[in-house]
């Protein structure tokens, strides 16, 4: 135990090292983190992992860093499935109304040739 005299003296001296408690703070290691172009650099942490980092994103792949409208996403798939499954809730009834004629349409067509 220190008395405050004494902690504001290291406070002031700099010498902050030994108010530190020990063992409550977790061990810090290195470990390699991999970008998509190969490259790799090292980073302290306190994972316990020894494999490295293979990053799916970062800076030489985001849309938002290199400017392409097109990047890993797969918005275009996901958008489609929704609209496969929900589209018709977003069709006006005349649109309905076409749909349906031209699927009765194809289907005597289909019909007619077989």
């Known amino acids: 135990f220190t008395s405050k005299h004494q902690q504001r003296r290291s406070v002031e001296c700099g010498v902050l090292a030994r108010m530190a408690r020990k063992g409550i703070h977790p061990l810090m290691r290195t470990m390699t983190?991999?970008?998509r172009?190969?490259?790799s650099f090292r980073a302290s942490t306190v994972?316990?992992?020894h494999t490295p980092w293979k990053l799916q994103v970062d800076t030489t792949s985001h849309p938002f860093w290199t400017g392409e409208e097109t990047g890993i996403s797969v918005e275009g798939a996901r958008m489609a499935r929704i609209m496969e499954r929900y589209g018709d809730l977003l069709k006006t009834p005349a649109e309905k109304a076409a749909a349906a004629k031209k699927a009765a349409e194809e289907e005597a067509s289909v019909a007619a040739s077989a």
Request: charged letters at 10%; zero cysteines.
């Open 33 to 35: 983190v991999v970008l």
């Open 47 to 49: 994972l316990n992992r």
């Open 37 to 39: 172009n190969g490259s």
